[in-house]
Each structure stands twice: as C-alpha cells, then as structure tokens.
T-cell receptor, first 118, second 115 residues
Framework: NAGVTQTPKFQVLKTGQSMTLQCAQD?????MSWYRQDPGMGLRLIHY???????DQGEVPNGYNVSRSTTEDFPLRLLSAAPSQTSVYFC?????????????????FGEGSRLTVL | DQQVKQNSPSLSVQEGRISILNCDYT??????FLWYKKYPAEGPTFLIS?????DKNEDGRFTVFLNKSAKHLSLHIVPSQPGDSAVYFC??????????????FGQGTILTVHP
C-alpha cells in the first residue's frame, strides 16, 4: 500500500526561487493537510483541505499556496522561498471517523520532504 | 502561544521499566487527544487516542490518561522496549474527533530506552 506519497524527499533552493512539493494519497481520504516540523516547535499546520476544491489556512500559511483539484492530490507551492522556510514538510490525509470512535481524527503522514533554502 | 506543551524535551529509561510522557494543554475547547510516534527520516505514526469523555484508554503496552481539570494528559508505556525509542508527539483537536486534518501538536519528547 502506497498510503501518502511525498516528492521530492530532499530539495535545496536559493532565496526567491519557487517550487512545488507534491503529495498524493491512495486511500480515498476526504481530508488532507500540510505541516512543517521545526526543532523545538513540533509540527505546525500550514494549510488543510476538507475536500476537492476546498482549502483553508492553518497556523503558519504565509508564503505558501495550496489547491485541491482532485481527492488524491494536494500540492504545496512555495511562491518565493525564504531561509525561514527551511524545514521538514509533512503531508497527511485523514477520514471522517465516528466522533470519539476508534482512530477518529487519526492522520496518515507521508515520509516528509526536507527543504533547505540558501 | 503554544496551546499544547510537552515540557520534557527528552526522557531516558531502562528496558522493562515504565516510560511516562507528559503533555499539557491550555485550550479548553480541545475534546480529543492523540499521541504520535516518529522515527528518524519517517513520518509520524498514530499510536493511541482518547476522547475528553474518558479519562483512560489502553492499547496493549500503551495507556493514555486524561485529567481534564488539570488540562493534562500522559502516555504510559509498560514495559518499555528499545524499539520504543523515538520522538513522541502529543496532539489535540476541538472537532469532536474528526479533526478535519487539523491537529495542534506539542514540541515532542525524545524517548530513549536503554537495553
């Protein structure tokens, strides 16, 4: 089972460059989200989507764009990379579980994309 | 403002003993809590969860306790095994367990279990 697939796994950018981190899931999950992990900060939500065509901002959305044209794909675009965006990025998918039921709210994460901005 | 806090950056325990990882939260609207485990170069994986209507949930060697009045939860691992060595993240949501993909995470605690 592929689960959640992220590409690329590693990327080095120069300040001002743009790029797209790809994320695809094959579990037919309704919800997808992007997080960044920084030392001492845990994981912070960048953007999320509750279905195709519907996206919303998370805690740290500035400098990032997302779109969700299909259930399977949720790309994250860096418009003009800055050194502060050096981080490890995780894409996740989840489904609507019964409230309080087993594994409700569980996120399935990809392996991560390590981005360095010089 | 960190709404979910894990104040211990690291924890070291002996194999076979109990590991206790702690988590505090400030948002009283949180009603569902989860623990994730993360190995290096991998994504986090779900470990165990608890609804705010309960105060304890067990799954094998893992037990999560919730004290709503203190806004505190803890993860107990008994007995600890070297394979449990990883980073553990506490997370919370206010969406009644559905989460919609939105979780608020703590900073993480690095657990090392020595043989």
């Amino acid at each position: 089972n592929a689960g959640v697939t992220q590409t690329p796994k590693f990327q080095v950018l120069k300040t001002g460059q743009s790029m797209t981190l790809q994320c695809a899931q094959d579990m037919n999950h309704e919800y997808m989200s992007w997080y960044r992990q920084d030392p001492g900060m845990g994981l912070r939500l960048i953007h999320y989507s509750v279905g195709a065509g519907i996206t919303d901002q998370g805690e740290v959305p500035n400098g990032y764009n997302v779109s969700r044209s299909t259930t399977e794909d949720f790309p994250l675009r860096l418009l003009s990379a800055a050194p502060s965006q050096t981080s490890v990025y995780f894409c996740a998918s989840s489904y609507e579980g019964l409230a309080g039921g087993p594994a409700a709210g569980e996120l399935f994460f990809g392996e991560g994309s390590r981005l360095t901005v010089l | 403002d960190q709404q979910v806090k894990q104040n211990s950056p690291s924890l070291s325990v002996q194999e076979g003993r109990i590991s206790i990882l702690n988590c505090d939260y400030t948002n009283s609207m949180f009603d569902y809590f989860l623990w994730y485990k993360k190995y290096p170069a991998e994504g986090p994986t779900f470990l165990i969860s608890i609804s705010s209507i309960k105060d304890k949930n067990e799954d094998g060697r893992f037990t999560v306790f919730l004290n709503k009045s203190a806004k505190h939860l803890s993860l107990h691992i008994v007995p600890s095994q070297p394979g449990d060595s990883a980073v553990y993240f506490c997370a919370a949501t206010d969406a009644g367990g559905t989460s919609y993909g939105k979780l608020t995470f703590g900073q993480g605690t690095i657990l090392t279990v020595h043989p």
